[in-house]
């Protein structure tokens, strides 16, 4: 059937306009590919940053605290982050509505790890006394200067590439699901990268420039690795920013007009605009707080309570310090695995999403998170009640238990990654709120956990002794909780691709 015909401006006729083109797979692949970068320096943190602040002179009853960096940064600048890209039409800007924001924020990450890695080497000119066991404040200082420049570059550029994948499918529900996948994917990609990086122990050797009075050989190797993960950060943001353009049929109206709750809605009336939200938004958010309740502790003391409580190491006494190293390689290595049943796990999404239902996936998710938890606490219990031996080397059957609890967790932290914000993308498309400020105060669900704990696990663990292990209960509790609310809660959260119209 030939399609119908309109009349022109000379009185004739002209066939109407075809509907706009959807944005291509490869396209959002490549508009992912950021996280690729980001994430190799975010892995690179998770691992080696924990050990290293101990190494200066934090105590680990503390060390949580510097982590506070993270979720104070993110409670406001992913928000207002988002809220101005949500402000800027394509036409207004050569680099768009997103991608500005996420250049910039690749600077500044590019700017804190220099400043992190050569912390050692900028405290000792501050005066810093560096004999082995001695406090550095000067170092200390530096590295919690850029340490905080490092999380608003990450929350400066996670919130605007995700809010960029949500513009350039149009908020549909199975393209959004399957950006988000290829942006678990390139997460899954730099976790690897960082994480073999971070357990490699001759990358001084490589870069032997990094050694200095100040700077010894894990430190050095830290160093090293903030080096590449420049390089790599380069890369992929040039990628995402030069190759991929905005979708012009998507945005412009948006930033253009918006409701009129909208012009309030950061800063004093950014928590007002939760009384737009239906149940279920508010069911998306608790059950992500959750979910960061229980991830969290992993995160802060993943590679620390291998080095601890795995291999029986510690950073404050130098007897010990190379044990701790050890410990913290091995868990390096089993995060680099965990990554890699992440990036597997991110291909299969959209498939076990349509099949059970992406409130199911994520409820089931959690379930064998709490389980892993749960295990890690049974291998702390029996690593602390049985003989290592005379070498003091941990039993192999202990190490490889240990790392494949790191592995499985691979699955439920792809879930964590793609699920939550596909959820929110899809169900705050009808509220009048742009997609940077939506991303935004879902992040505010993840920061928030992250300040409690935060604030409460150092103390909370130094109270049962020092060990992880009680953040570790308070992690598979939260977890379990957070699963069965998404399995009740979100049961029929399948989002379903939408129907094509018919001409």
């Known amino acids: 059937m030939p399609a119908p015909r ?79 890209s949500d402000r800027i039409a ?21 700017i804190s790890v220099l400043t992190v890695g050569f912390s050692a080497d900028l405290g000792r000119l501050f005066g810093d006394n560096i004999r082995p066991g001695s406090t550095r404040y000067g170092a200390i200082i530096v590295y919690l200067i850029g340490f905080w420049l490092l999380d608003v ?29 290829y942006f678990s994917l390139f997460m899954a990609l730099g976790n690897i990268l960082g994480y073999a990086t971070g357990a490699y122990s001759g990358w001084y050797q490589i870069f032997p420039f990094t050694v200095t009075e100040s700077c010894g050989v894990s430190c050095a190797n830290l160093k090293s690795a903030f080096v590449l993960d420049i390089i790599i950060l380069a890369i992929t943001t040039y990628v995402t920013v030069a190759t991929v353009k905005d979708n012009p049929t998507f945005g412009s109206d948006e930033a253009a007009a918006r409701p009129s709750h909208e012009e309030e809605a950061f800063l004093f009336e950014l ?17 992500t707080s959750l979910t960061w309740i229980g991830w969290f502790p992993f995160i802060l003391f993943d590679t620390d309570w291998m080095g601890r409580e795995i291999y029986r190491g510690s950073p404050e006494i130098v007897a010990d310090t190379q ?3 050890d410990g913290v390689r091995m868990g390096s290595f089993g995060l680099m695995l965990n990554s890699v049943l992440l990036g597997i796990t991110s291909v299969v999404m959209e498939k076990l999403c349509r099949k059970w239902g992406a409130g199911l ?34 039993p192999t059957g202990i190490v490889v238990a240990s790392l494949i609890v790191f592995t499985i967790l691979g699955a439920p932290l792809s879930v964590t990654y793609s699920i939550p914000y596909a959820m929110a993308a899809s169900r705050v498309e009808n509220l009048g709120l742009g997609q940077g400020l939506a991303m935004g105060i879902l992040n505010l669900s993840i920061v928030i956990p992250q300040i409690i704990v935060s604030l409460g696990s150092g103390p909370w663990d130094a109270l049962f002794g020092g060990g992880n292990a009680p953040s570790f209960f308070v992690a598979a509790a939260a977890s379990f909780i957070g699963g069965l609310v998404a399995i009740l809660g979100l049961p029929r959260a399948r989002i379903a691709p939408k129907k094509r119209s018919q001409r």
Request: aromatic share 10%.
């Open 271 to 287: 928590f007002g605009s939760f009384k737009y939200f239906t149940l279920p938004v508010w069911m998306v958010l608790i059950v």
């Open 153 to 181: 570059g990450n929350n400066a550029t996670q919130g605007p590439c995700r809010a960029f994948l949500a513009d350039l499918t149009e908020n549909d529900p199975r393209r959004t699901r399957i950006a988000n996948a």
């Open 361 to 394: 996936v994520w409820g089931v998710s959690n379930i064998i998170m709490a389980l892993c938890f749960v295990a890690m606490l049974i291998i702390t219990y029996v690593a602390k009640n049985i003989d290592y031996g005379p070498s003091g080397d941990p």
């Open 323 to 325: 044990k701790y190293h």
């Open 90 to 110: 394509p036409a207004d800007s050569p680099l768009g509505r997103r991608r500005p924001f996420i250049a910039a924020g690749a600077a500044s990450i590019a």
């Open 6 to 84: 309109r009349p022109n401006a000379g009185g004739g006729t002209s066939a109407a306009a075809p509907p706009p083109r959807k944005v291509p797979l490869r396209s959002l692949l490549r508009a992912a590919s950021v996280a690729c970068g980001v994430q190799f320096g975010w892995a690179l943190q998770l691992s080696l940053l924990t050990p290293y602040v101990q190494e200066l002179g934090i105590p680990h009853a503390f060390a949580s605290l510097v982590w506070l960096c993270g979720p104070l940064s993110g409670l406001l600048v992913q928000p207002l982050v988002g809220h101005l």
